[in-house]
């Protein structure tokens, strides 16, 4: 395999975990959200912090957005190491 295979193997690999990573992140940040007893306008309240309902939907979507980032760049790196380089 010749040096800048080498490198975009491991560029891919890194962007897959660091992807993977956020994603895992705001996963949780989502279900932290979700588990929140929220009032009835949508607000929940604790030590002068304000978390609104509304965060929790973008929460979810920017996880899942990652983690199809994730995926993508799992697989673009399965790729790059599948290849061969000409002899």
Do not use: C, E, H, K
Not at 48 to 59: D, F, K, N
């Amino acid at each position: 395999m010749s040096q800048p295979s080498t490198l975009a193997l491991w560029i891919a690999w890194l962007l897959a975990a660091g992807a993977g990573l956020v994603a895992l992140v705001l996963g949780a940040l989502f279900v932290q959200a979700a588990r929140l007893p929220y009032n009835p306008q949508g607000r929940y309240f604790a030590d002068g912090v304000v978390q609104s309902a509304q965060a929790m939907p973008v929460y979810g979507w920017l996880a899942a957005l990652f983690l199809g980032l994730a995926i993508a760049f799992a697989w673009l790196a399965v790729r790059i190491g599948r290849r061969r380089s000409p002899d």
